[in-house]
């Protein structure tokens, strides 16, 4: 199998990191990788995280389709990852699923994410040596894709979970699916919480010192951040964690603009391992947590592990 990842600028300036052999006429698409056990390619959109989210959704989800048509046609693409806010914009890649003119296959990425959030948040409790039964946990998306994964896995972990949502029916049909000590609100209620996890489609920073207890842990899955540099510079008691990177396998030689050398977010990791296993199958809407822990398995096959922790790709404790 052949993949592509397909995603979008976060700001108008990621455009500079771009090599100009990769910009073309109507959309983003980088020269073959070969990675040994697979071809892919990086490719996207030239529209930003504010403009995909307020733009009329029909003419984004078209932009999508004519790039997934595209790479399937002129490039020999046969699974897909969809990033960031294009998995939002196509309810999870399930919309993409279903239409004309693309036949081949989807993946969110959002399984081995939501497995790397969990690590994540478990090595950060490691480091300062607490354990989740004696803390609050705020997961923020919680009805999301990722948001949902984490808090089936984590809420039964911590003493009392805050489970946030702009939706509050999608709430309560969280709320009929996990178990443990949880809270389910509309509001941005983190001021509580020791360990927040951030897993939305936020278009700009959501959080800011307000929102934050001394000595919280926020692991930001979000792309775009949840949490900005700023703030973290203001408050150095707390703990940001770049949420769903991990590190490469040496033997690949795989960059994508912007991202620290050597690491890459874990849902490209997901297709890739995919593209390997030559899995022929759709991963879109929510998660199965059957096919999560098989990602885990595949990122043991192939190498790609979390590390260090990082903020901003900077290692936590340097």
Known sequence: MKFATLGHLMTEKDIEQ??????????????????????????????????IMNRPLEKIRNEILELAKFLQNELDINLIQLGALTTSVTDGGVWLTKQKGYTGFVNHGDSYTAAITCRATQKAL?????????????VVGAYGIIGEAVSKILAPQFSHSILIGRK?????????????????????????????????????????????????????????????????NKRPDICRIDGGFVDLPKVYPFQIPGIPKGRI????????????????????GNIDLSHLHKTEKW??????KLNELTNFGKIIGQ
Not at 126 to 138: I, R
Not at 265 to 283: D, G, K, L, P
Not at 299 to 304: L, P, Q, R, S, V
């Open 265 to 284: 977010f874990s849902c490209v990791a997901e297709v890739i391992m995919q593209a390997m296993e030559n899995e022929q199958r759709n991963h879109v």
């Open 126 to 138: 490691e480091l300062v040596d607490k354990h989740p039964s004696g803390l609050t946990l705020s």
């Open 18 to 51: 771009i090599p100009k052999d990769w910009i073309h006429d109507n959309w983003i698409y980088s020269q073959e990788i070969d990675l040994i056990r697979t071809k892919g390619r990086i490719t996207g959109s030239k529209l930003t995280a504010e403009q």
């Open 168 to 232: 509050e029916n999608k709430l309560k049909e969280l709320k009929e699916k996990l178990d443990g000590d949880f809270e389910i609100t509309t509001d941005l209620k983190t001021k509580k919480a020791d360990v927040i996890i951030t897993a939305t489609s936020h278009p700009t920073a959501l959080l800011n010192s307000r929102h934050l207890k001394e000595n919280t842990i926020i692991v930001d899955v979000s792309q775009p951040p949840n949490l900005s540099i700023e703030v973290c």
């Open 299 to 304: 990122a043991e096959k192939y190498g790609f």
